[in-house]
């Protein structure tokens, strides 16, 4: 290997080269940040004849390079245990809250068919008896007055016609056997023998 003295006394190596393979050379040197072009050649020299490159011409700020990827490599893995842990109790957190979430669910859901029962259960069902005249079955009843007659407002009946998953006529009818034919405006009450067919 070509010594200190030898590089200094044979510097102008660089004489010999073309411009082009000159500016080849010291892009070359940039990327492997060596500032001598006599230590660029030795290099390429020892690389290329024998397959090594010599420590002693590796870039001056090699070693501290390595040093702060040693210490860049410290912090990263610290870094990741950090970020692991972080992970693992928000993991953590997130299961907890979907265990009280679902508990939550079930207890709205619990409330709300005991209530929806509560209140299926308290709704009237089945005919109510209530007095009409001859008038009243010939002439028919507007909706509202057969509501008054067995004391439950039009809302009401529609209210729980839906929770009845029902048409309210159908409800209607259920409650008074009165029906209403179709296009018209009035309800009349439906014999016993009618309704069967």
């Known amino acids: 290997m070509a010594t200190k003295d030898w590089l200094d006394n044979h510097a102008k190596v660089t004489a010999y080269l073309d411009f082009s393979l000159y500016a080849s050379l010291e892009k070359w040197m940039k990327t492997h940040k060596i500032k001598k072009a006599s230590q660029a050649l030795t290099i390429i020299l020892e690389h290329y004849l ?3 490159i010599p420590i002693e011409v590796m870039p001056e700020n090699l070693e501290q390079e390595v040093k702060q990827l040693k210490v860049k490599t410290t912090e990263i893995d610290s870094l990741e245990a950090t970020v692991a842990e972080q992970q693992r109790e ?14 939550l669910r079930q207890a709205l859901i619990n409330a709300g068919l005991s209530s929806l029962r509560e209140r299926v259960e308290d709704i009237p069902r089945g005919k109510i008896k209530f007095s009409y005249s001859d008038h009243d079955a010939k002439q028919g ?19 729980w016609a839906t929770m009845l998953n029902l048409d309210p006529d159908e409800y209607l009818f259920e409650l008074t056997g009165w029906k209403k034919p179709l296009n018209a405006r009035r309800y009349f009450p439906v ?4 309704q069967k067919q």
């Open 50 to 52: 024998e397959g090594n």
């Open 90 to 103: 928000f993991n953590d957190e997130i299961n907890s809250l979907r265990t009280e979430i679902d508990g």
């Open 141 to 159: 009843l507007t909706k509202t007055d057969l509501c008054e007659r067995i004391n439950i407002n039009g809302s009401q009946i529609n209210q």
């Open 191 to 194: 014999l016993e023998n009618e």
